[in-house]
């Protein structure tokens, strides 16, 4: 089992900044793809950002390619979202989720990741 907590959270101006942090349980972290979700009122769940167990390989939606980055800490179990040049569309919850430690392929499919944080609000103001 892994569980996931998401902090960092909160309100900032467009054009601003926040970094987005999880931190995971169990001793599989190392070896566990890490992803990032969001969800908007009335909109899907979509992906944002995936990063591979070491932390080699990211990938990233199209909508924040160049603004937002993916890393992680396998020492201190936990992934990082920094996101740079926000907009009022990123406005939504971001989740943070894991897949099994049994794949190494960074995904963008909802149902490929079997854990979920709660999920933190990020809003962007105009």
């Known amino acids: 089992q892994v569980q996931l907590v998401e902090s960092g959270g909160g309100l900032v101006q467009a054009g601003g900044s926040l970094r987005l942090s999880c931190a995971a349980s169990g001793r599989a972290f190392s070896v566990t793809v890490m992803g990032w979700f969001r969800q908007a009122p009335g909109k899907e769940r979509e992906f944002v950002a995936g990063i591979s167990p070491s932390g080699g390989r990211m990938n990233y939606a199209d909508s924040v390619k160049g603004r937002f980055t993916i890393s992680r800490d396998n020492v201190k179990n936990t992934v990082y979202l920094q996101m740079n040049s926000l907009k009022p569309e990123d406005t939504a919850v971001y989740y943070c989720?894991?897949?099994?430690?049994?794949?190494?392929?960074?995904?963008?499919?909802?149902?490929?990741?079997?854990?979920w944080g709660q999920g933190t609000q990020v809003t962007v103001s105009s």
């Open positions: 989720a894991a897949r099994g430690s049994a794949y190494d392929l960074v995904t963008s499919v909802h149902d490929d990741y079997h854990y």
